[in-house]
């Protein structure tokens, strides 16, 4: 009974020996193992390098043939991004140059200074029973209005529409808009200097009036 078993198992190996032989190269080197004389690819380097090289040249003439010349003109051409082009517009901007003028500013701070000296002085006067001469010349020069006039600056088509759907101001407009920003930036600076200025003053037309009022200012 043992030798019929062992039979099996002896047929079943024979099998999976043949079936693994079918993945060889040839069935003699199943039974009678590799031939000395052989040499596989990586016993000979040379030869195996030579196919190397041959294949990787060969990878770089195909993808230098078909590669795209990035830098050729049609590429830019059909890539070059769409020329904008922008008209004016029907809108118009105007504006004061002298309210743009620090001198501008510091003269309306005087006139404002000589506009309140005026109301003190009346102020004054209705507690004098006779009113110097002085003080009343200096009342009348005080209250002499001196006007700035300017014409505005009008700025046609300040506005340009562009053709791709956005809107930006004209080259005079811009400066206009630069200046108006500087101007706001150094507002702050500005204010400072600008209550020294009336400060100034109204301390000048004061000296006046106390003169005045001693008797001095009409000698």
């Not at 032989?21 to 596989?40: I, K, M, Q, R, T």
Request: proline fraction near 5%; glycine fraction near 2%.
């Amino acid at each position: 009974m043992f030798y019929s078993h062992w039979k099996k198992i002896a047929l079943t190996l024979t099998a999976l020996f043949w079936a693994g032989c079918e993945d060889s190269a040839s069935s003699a080197v199943c039974l009678y193992g590799p031939d000395p004389n052989y040499s596989s690819p990586a016993e000979n380097p040379v030869s195996s390098s030579s196919e190397t090289t041959k294949t990787s040249s060969s990878s770089v003439e195909e993808s230098s043939s078909s590669s795209v010349d990035w830098s050729s003109s049609s590429f830019s051409a059909v890539y070059a991004p769409p020329t904008v082009f922008c008209t004016p517009m029907d809108s118009s901007v105007s504006y004061f140059p002298n309210d743009y003028s620090a001198d501008n500013a510091k003269f309306w701070k005087e006139e404002a200074a000589k506009h309140d000296a005026v109301d003190k002085i009346d102020s004054i006067k209705q507690t004098l029973t006779e009113t110097p001469v002085c003080l009343e010349h200096l009342r009348m020069e005080l209250d002499r209005f001196v006007a700035l006039y300017g014409a505005p600056t009008i700025i046609n088509n300040a506005v340009e529409s562009c053709s791709d759907g956005t809107t930006r101001p004209s080259e005079e407009y811009a400066r206009f808009l630069k200046m108006k920003e500087e101007w706001e930036a150094n507002q702050p600076a500005l204010e400072e200097e600008l209550k020294k200025v009336y400060e100034d003053k109204m301390k000048e037309i004061e000296e006046r009036i106390n003169k005045c009022l001693s008797g001095e200012g009409d000698k």
